[in-house]
């Protein structure tokens, strides 16, 4: 799976993503820090990935409608998470997802859960 990690995530977390066989980058690797939303959600596009973010804006489903893209995973931590701790969550949920069956969706990930908005 092609997923494409936002920078308000650790770049450790592509490094994660990678191990576990999916095709990962970090905006950071891609020459797209500091971009606007808009642009990080073209470039995931582009790629044909799934955007992993914990900016809570890509969970507009207005401004991003489930169907309208590849996929959308949003995190949802504490302030306090530390980078163990948000490894931990992506770990927990990607080994208990199908990935391959997010594309067009919306996925909110919290601690112990998640919930999928299908278009």
């Known amino acids: 799976m092609k997923i494409l990690v936002d920078e308000d995530l650790?770049?450790?977390?592509?490094?994660?993503?990678?191990?576990?066989?999916?095709?990962?980058?970090?905006v950071r690797e891609v020459g797209l820090r500091g971009k606007a939303d808009q642009a990080i959600f073209a470039a995931a596009q582009?790629?044909?990935?799934?955007?992993?973010?914990a900016d809570l804006d890509f969970a507009n489903?207005?401004?991003?409608?489930?169907?309208?893209?590849?996929?959308?995973?949003?995190?949802r931590f504490p302030d306090y998470f530390r980078r163990e701790?948000?490894?931990?969550?992506?770990r927990s949920f990607t080994t208990s997802a199908d990935l391959d069956s997010l594309g067009g969706a919306l996925v909110i990930v919290e601690?112990?859960?998640?919930?999928?908005?299908?278009?």
């Open 61 to 75: 489903i207005n401004r991003f409608p489930p169907g309208s893209h590849h996929g959308i995973v949003v995190l």
């Open 85 to 90: 701790q948000i490894l931990t969550l992506i």
């Open 10 to 26: 650790p770049t450790a977390v592509a490094d994660l993503l990678r191990e576990q066989g999916h095709k990962a980058e970090h």
């Open 46 to 53: 582009d790629r044909r990935a799934i955007l992993l973010t």
């Open 111 to 119: 601690p112990g859960a998640y919930r999928v908005r299908r278009p």
